[in-house]
């Protein structure tokens, strides 16, 4: 079973502090992962997808990977009051398939 | 990024009719579409991927006869619920690989259905 973890939060951070989002997968084949961002009622929106070891910044995110941790996190610094959604990590498994993550909820407080 | 439509973006039923969902690649050719539903504070479940030309792939534990899958050309597949119940109630989306190497999903806006 190929499974992707995150922790379901929420994680409340103050507008403006960095929030930092974590995913560990169990498959350590996988070669692309992704993060998605959704809003409530709403479909998810990509935000940054990475599959070199490393960081790998846009604007103000940043997607860390570390394969052999099996281990991939998002980095969103100057939180916005907009930012408060739930982020879910995706992994893929093959053949164009995602596994998703169950999502974080974040709550950026004014 | 490429966009993906669908329709309809909510549909109200009674039980034990059938719903149709279309999913469209707008600005991109797509052989393969993905169809997930999701319920609420849920994540999203993968139901079956949408070959154009082929038959659908389904996940296991999803009812192929249920959730008929049609990729009638490289840019729609469509998604019909038969026989709708209220169990089927969900919030139904559809997504896409876009054109790019590493195979980024985009996702359709999502229908969501209610089974009266």
């Known amino acids: 079973q190929k499974e992707v973890e995150q922790n379901s939060g929420p994680l409340s951070v103050p507008e403006g502090a960095i929030a930092s989002l974590n995913c560990t997968y169990s498959?350590?084949?996988?070669?692309?992962f992704f993060w998605y961002r959704q809003y409530s009622g709403k479909s998810p929106e990509l935000i940054m997808f990475?599959?070199?070891?490393g960081d790998k910044e846009d604007g103000r995110f940043t997607a860390q990977l570390n394969k052999a941790s099996q281990y991939v996190s998002l980095l969103i610094r100057d939180s916005q009051p907009s930012d408060s959604a739930t982020y879910l990590c995706?992994?893929?498994?093959?053949?164009?398939?995602?596994?998703f993550g169950t999502g974080t909820r974040l709550l950026v407080s004014p | 990024g490429a966009v993906v439509s669908q329709h309809p973006s909510r549909v109200i039923c009674k039980s034990g009719t059938s719903v149709k969902i279309e999913c469209r690649s707008l600005?991109?050719?797509?052989?393969?579409m993905f169809w997930y539903r999701q319920f609420p504070k849920k994540s999203l479940m993968l139901m079956a991927t949408?070959?154009?030309?082929?038959?659908?792939?389904?996940e296991q534990g999803v009812e192929k006869d249920k959730f008929l899958i049609n990729h009638a050309s490289l840019t729609l597949s469509t998604l019909t619920v038969t026989s709708a119940h209220p169990e089927d109630s969900s919030f139904y989306i559809c997504?896409?690989?876009?054109?790019?190497?590493?195979?980024?999903?985009?996702f359709g806006p999502g229908t969501r259905l209610t089974v009266l």
């Open positions: 997504s896409a690989p876009g054109p790019g190497f590493y195979d980024e999903q985009f």
């Open positions: 498959d350590r084949g996988s070669q692309s």
């Open positions: 990475i599959y070199s070891n």
């Open positions: 995706a992994v893929n498994t093959g053949f164009q398939k995602l596994v």
């Open positions: 600005d991109f050719q797509a052989t393969t």
């Open positions: 949408s070959n154009e030309g082929s038959k659908a792939t389904y």
